[in-house]
């Protein structure tokens, strides 16, 4: 398929020659100028090559094609980047794209069978509220797309555009990894594009508040939210949790809490136990039956109250859970016993998020902080100590 350009000497005429072969023979043809001879040696060698790819079954475009790839596969190699790749490879990667795309769906339907689904596993409304913010907020971004064609790209992308801390976001993300796990059963998408998105976390200790501010808190708070605290405080249950207990669920003269596995986040049946001071916080409230924590708004308008009566200006997140495991544990020095009443299945988030917070000291008074009208004539109450 090459045309040779050749000077031609003792012509009248002509002073170049063109040369090729074409349907088996050899063929040529002169011209008078370089740019003549050139001009046609660039017009036959394109119509040589498509003849020839023709003669094979390949069209034009299958050929540049060909040819690009092998272009991509040198740039590819020096970069670094994969010594295999290979035409065939990328065809049959685009092949199987496009199978996944059209037997995918958007990602509002998925996001509302999600959605739909978690719902009929009876989950908390505490976590279905949450579900439902998150996915829904990815949604009004990108709810028109085919969820197959969602990348990491994407997934980093929005999470990036998320206000809030690295914590904000991991939630989010968390949320996202559900989302995609179960598109991925559903066979809507190959694999979670949420898998290798890494956010830097802030490695900072939770927050909590001092046996002190406990104490005060306990003791200036309404009645109504007593109870609900004294067992997140002294009993280290998660607020969905506690949103869902029923004083039935408060075994007093055993020693312990039965939480069911409808009402634990794992799905496991958890005794916790109650310590002396939860004992003491519980007995004039208790009832035979009713849930123990008064309704959202009632339940954020006591805590408000309570906060500025015990001078507490700022309430971290998860303060009651964390002050338990960080006092448990400072009190007893034992990582398993102390992740067995926070319902973990190992000791790997207590040594991350609670170890070395608090010392054995003020872990054993946290355990010791009592009710006013309750307390021994030995023991001082908590907000009184100088």
């Known amino acids: 398929m090459k045309v040779t350009i050749k000077p031609v000497k003792g012509h009248p005429h002509y002073k170049f020659r063109a040369t090729f072969s074409q349907g088996g023979t050899y063929q040529q043809k002169y011209f008078k100028t370089r740019v003549e001879a050139k001009s046609f040696a660039d017009a036959k060698t394109v119509e040589l090559e498509n003849v020839g790819i023709a003669e094979r079954g390949v069209t034009p475009d299958e050929f540049r094609a060909l040819l690009s790839a092998r272009k991509l596969s040198v740039a590819l190699k020096a970069e670094h980047i994969t010594d ?204 035979k039956s009713g849930l123990m924590r008064p309704s959202d708004q009632v339940f954020r308008k006591c805590r408000e109250a309570a906060c500025l009566a015990a001078g507490i200006e700022a309430w971290p997140h998860n303060a009651a859970r964390h002050c338990f495991g960080s006092y448990h544990y400072a009190a007893h020095q034992n990582a398993a016993k102390t992740a067995s009443e926070l319902g973990h299945s190992d000791t790997v988030l207590l040594f991350k998020n609670y170890r070395e917070i608090a010392t054995k000291e003020e872990g054993e008074a946290y355990f010791q902080i009592m009710p006013e009208k309750a307390m021994p004539p030995n023991i001082i109450p908590m907000g009184k100590v100088a």
């Open 84 to 287: 295999e790749f290979s035409f065939k490879a990328a065809v049959e990667f685009y092949a199987a794209f496009l199978r996944q795309t059209k037997s995918s769906v958007t990602v509002k339907h998925a996001v509302a069978k999600f959605l739909d689904w978690k719902e009929r596993k009876k989950q908390s409304a505490v976590h279905l509220r949450n579900l439902t913010s998150r996915a829904q907020a990815f949604e009004a971004v990108h709810g028109k797309r085919i969820l197959a064609t969602i990348t990491k790209d994407d997934v980093e992308s929005y999470l990036a555009s998320i206000d809030g801390t690295a914590r904000t976001q991991i939630n989010h993300r968390l949320v996202l990894s559900n989302l995609f796990n179960f598109a991925v059963g559903k066979k809507w998408m190959a694999a979670n594009p949420t898998a290798a998105v890494e956010i830097e976390a802030d490695e900072k200790p939770p927050g909590i508040l001092s046996p002190d501010q406990v104490s005060q808190f306990l003791q200036s708070a309404d009645a109504r939210i007593v109870p609900a605290y004294a067992v997140a405080f002294f009993g280290g249950l998660r607020e969905a949790e506690i949103a869902r207990l029923d004083w039935q669920d408060i075994k007093l003269e055993r020693g312990h809490i039965d939480l069911s596995a409808t009402k634990t986040k794992t799905g496991q049946r958890r005794l916790v136990a109650i310590t002396p001071n939860l004992k003491a916080w519980l007995e004039p409230h208790r009832q």
